[in-house]
């Protein structure tokens, strides 16, 4: 794949198939595992508080710890990524998950628990969850949005299959033997990780004539210069690709860093009407400065060759976190990346690896200041509140079931019944949600408050188990628009720009929020012996998140429309 004319050499263009649709099926199972197994805890949850005379608030620290470590571990996981890649990130990962359940066999107390499941099997899902999206991502472009919603249905998927399986498991080998059957069942990520190929970079020829061709490169094959009139001041820009200066690979779309010199000299006076600047994303017309940032000027000091991380631009991509297909998109067109955005590692005298990229990367995805943007503060509260109630229905609904005398069988069900509500939402309304007639903003919001009100009143039915049944459609379908729509609404009201610092943040948020919700429900029920209070609670915080996202519009500049974006 490396082989061709020196030089220099774009970013590889997504396949939109080919091997990205093997990593759409590895994708797709890690999450029928790994989700399978975090959303149908609910069921261990009844055996362990049962078994053990555990309170129910101390019993559902144990998967509040889980699912906030593993929302919470992803700009972790990002940096990671951004610094050793997909593949190995997700072993590691479910390595480790497979090890904090397997432990799980000698607890002998509920703080076991939190430590084994909670904050080991946590963070390794919290390592499996974000490879298995970002590798999707990576490999598709316009076909996004179709590969995307087939990888992430594996999660309704997993919760049909592993409900059932998790009571089976349950009855013939106790709590303990069902844990360690988990254990190897997530230890099969492994082998659909190792699916998880970088993307190849080939080397196109670059025209003489073309543009690129202005920026001033040595006789020398493939090592930078610096201008003599001003050696330390760099600007990089993306789309152009040397090899590592230390090595005779060549590495994973590197931008070249050009002098100011020569972005003064030569840039600003090229005069064909478009700049194709990366070879997987559309041109970039000339003169219509609004579809990128003012190039900022940056000393990096320093001396010795440049080399660059081979991994180093996964999550410097500001579509990487994005689900929906680039091609509605405007915004999308690639912009000069900014050198605190992507900084080259100095190699004085050695060639080791320097953790810039896994800085970065964390550094960009923890941006704080965006806090001071009042819409996404406004959604980022939106987004704590969902999940104060999120994890509920999953951790309880069994829980209520069995304490309105249905039996086992009927009440573990109910999680299947969520599930496959769940992919069949995800797959229809996220198909609809790219429909030009539909507004997506309209339909998060609702989707958020019909789930926020059925949860609250759900807890008057625990006897009847066709409203239960109704229920778990409902909640089934609505979240998933929530899960599905995430990033996209991200992008409508803040811009492609701004999108993986955001949803950094919103991934802490969501950590926080998840890891606190289902124990104040459990102690609700310690202290009323009722999931009424519990459930209205969870319910009327998600209604709350979905009511006051409706009053965006008025804090935007101009009212969101299903295809707009407001440039930052």
């Known amino acids: ?51 053990q005379q555990w309170k129910k608030s101390a019993t559902s620290w144990i998967a509040s710890i889980m699912a906030g470590v593993t929302y919470g571990s992803g700009p972790l ?66 076909r996004r949005a179709f590969a995307t919603g087939i990888a992430v249905c594996g999660s309704g998927v997993g919760t049909f299959i592993f409900a059932p399986l998790m009571e089976l498991l349950i009855r013939e080998y106790g709590w303990r033997g069902a844990l360690l059957i988990t254990a190897g069942i997530l230890l099969q990520c492994v082998g659909f990780s190792l699916l998880f190929k970088p993307l190849p970079e080939p080397r196109p020829q670059t025209p003489p004539s073309s543009p690129i061709s202005l920026f001033r490169s040595s006789s020398s094959k493939n090592t930078l210069q610096h201008s003599p009139t001003s050696p330390n001041n760099f600007l990089p820009l993306a789309g152009i690709t040397p090899r590592d200066s230390c090595s005779n690979e060549p590495l994973l779309s590197p931008p070249l860093v050009l002098t100011n010199t020569q972005i003064n000299e030569n840039l600003l006076e090229v005069k ?89 990367a964390f550094k960009r995805m923890m941006d704080f200041s965006i806090l001071k943007n009042p819409v996404f503060l406004f959604f980022a509260v939106s987004n704590f509140f969902t999940c104060i109630g999120y994890n509920v229905p999953y951790i309880y ?39 030009p007639f539909v507004n997506r903003l309209i339909l998060y919001n609702s989707a958020l408050t019909v789930s926020g009100i059925a949860t609250g009143l759900v807890s008057h039915f625990p006897t009847e188990i066709i409203w239960l049944r109704f ?11 929530y899960v599905s729509l995430t990033s996209v609404i991200l992008v409508d009201l803040l ?74």
């Open 397 to 435: 609904i069994a829980d209520m079931a069995i304490g309105g005398k249905i039996d086992k069988l009927s009440s573990g069900f109910l999680l299947s019944i969520i599930g496959i509500s769940n992919t069949l939402s995800r797959v229809i309304l996220g198909y609809l949600s790219d429909k």
């Open 471 to 481: 229920y778990a459609v409902t909640f089934g379908v609505t979240i998933g628009v």
């Open 495 to 568: 811009g492609l720009e701004k999108l993986t610092n955001a949803f950094g943040l919103l991934l802490l948020f969501q950590g926080i929020a998840t890891l606190i919700g289902p124990p104040i429900v459990g102690q609700l029920f310690d202290e009323y012996h009722d999931y009424r209070y519990g459930f209205w609670l969870a319910g009327g915080m998600m209604g709350l998140s979905g009511l006051m996202l409706f009053f965006i519009p008025l804090i935007t500049p101009k009212v969101i429309q299903k295809k707009g974006t407001n440039t930052p």
């Open 77 to 142: 996981a990002g940096a990671f990524v951004n610094k050793w890649g997909c593949r190995p990130v997700s072993i590691v990962g479910s390595i480790l998950a497979a090890f904090g359940f397997a432990i799980s066999y000698f607890a002998q107390n509920v703080i076991y628990l939190y430590i084994s499941i909670g904050l080991i099997g946590g963070f390794g899902l919290g390592l499996i969850y974000l490879p298995a999206i970002v590798s999707v991502t990576c490999y598709f472009e316009k």
């Open 272 to 360: 064909p009407d478009s700049l194709v600047m990366s070879a997987s994303h559309p041109i970039l017309p000339l003169g219509t400065p609004h579809h990128h940032p003012p190039i900022r000027r940056h000393s990096f000091k320093g001396s010795g060759s440049v080399c660059f991380s081979s991994a180093q631009l996964i999550t410097n991509r500001k579509d990487i976190f994005y689900s929906g297909s680039l091609a509605n998109i405007p915004s999308s067109i690639p912009e000069v990346i900014l050198e605190d955005e992507v900084k080259p590692n100095v190699k004085s005298h050695t060639c080791c690896e320097c953790p810039v990229e896994l800085k970065g």
């Open 1 to 51: 794949m490396h082989g061709g004319v020196e030089g220099n050499r774009s970013i590889a263009k997504p396949p939109d198939g080919g091997w990205g649709w093997v990593i759409v099926f590895a994708s797709f199972m890690i999450h029928v595992i790994a989700d399978g197994v975090a959303y149908t805890f609910g069921i261990f949850f009844v055996e362990l508080s049962d078994d």
